[in-house]
């Protein structure tokens, strides 16, 4: 690598929880990784940040939501500027259930799925660890 090349490239840097959790609520589609038997999965999903858990939608008799009702589960969502090379990306790691109706926030405020089928399943992700990291220009 030449040192111009090496100018031009973006520095990382750790995010803290507080500015992962920030992040998270300023995008409404992310992605839910999970394992299955023929190795790991990642779905697009719409969701919502609701007391510091991930809560998305799914339709109830799907392999997704299969997965979900009881398990470990990772969610991503991210940001990326192609123009300046530079952007962020948070990780949420923790145990996906069945959202309970006491656990979902107001109607008005509850995930929208864009997909049709009848995405009535709620699913809450409860983060055990949040991390993140940021590309910034020198």
């Known amino acids: 690598m030449s040192g111009d090349e090496a100018e031009t490239l973006a520095r ?6 507080a500015q992962c959790l920030e992040l998270l ?3 409404n589609v992310g992605r839910v990784a999970y394992s299955d038997p023929e190795g790991p999965v990642v779905i697009p999903v719409n969701y919502v940040l609701h007391e510091g858990m991930v809560l998305f939608r799914v339709q109830p008799r799907s392999r ?4 979900l009702r009881d398990g470990a589960a990772s969610f991503q969502v991210d940001h990326v500027d192609d123009a300046t090379r530079t952007g962020w990306s ?8 069945h959202a309970e109706r006491w656990e979902m926030p ?3 405020d509850r995930p929208t799925p864009w997909a049709e089928g009848g995405r009535n399943f709620p699913v809450r992700l409860s983060p055990h660890s949040i991390t993140g990291i940021r590309l910034v220009r020198p």
Do not use: I, K, M
């Open 12 to 17: 990382v840097e750790e995010l803290e929880e």
């Open 25 to 27: 609520g300023t995008r």
């Open 64 to 67: 997704l939501a299969d997965r």
């Open 90 to 97: 948070v990780l949420v790691r923790g145990h996906a259930a």
């Open 106 to 108: 107001p109607a008005e």
